[in-house]
């Protein structure tokens, strides 16, 4: 199965939205319908602090100081 990793960029509202989103996707659809299974692999912040806070909070493996280096 193929693994399709995200990186947030910030984590303000949508943020926290969008790792909610994906970390349930296989409430809402079964992995075979989907194809891949999807994971938030890193989360840049305005600042590396609020990244790593955010990272530890909602167990996000990695952290980026910058989009660029995200990407």
Same mark, same amino acid.
């Given at each position: 199965?193929?693994?399709?990793?995200?990186? =947030?960029?910030?984590?303000?509202?949508?943020?926290?939205?969008? =790792?909610?989103?994906?970390?349930? =996707?296989?409430?809402?659809?079964?992995?075979?319908?989907?194809?891949?299974?999807?994971?938030?692999?890193?989360?840049?912040?305005?600042?590396?602090?609020?990244?790593?806070?955010?990272?530890?909070?909602?167990?996000?493996?990695?952290?980026?100081?910058?989009?660029?280096?995200?990407?």
């Amino acid at each position: 199965m193929k693994k399709l990793r995200i990186g =947030l960029v910030g984590f303000g509202f949508m943020g926290k939205t969008h =790792l909610w989103s994906v970390q349930n =996707l296989p409430f809402f659809y079964k992995t075979a319908e989907l194809g891949f299974e999807a994971e938030v692999a890193a989360v840049c912040a305005s600042t590396p602090e609020r990244a790593e806070d955010f990272a530890a909070a909602y167990g996000i493996p990695r952290t980026a100081a910058t989009p660029e280096e995200l990407m």
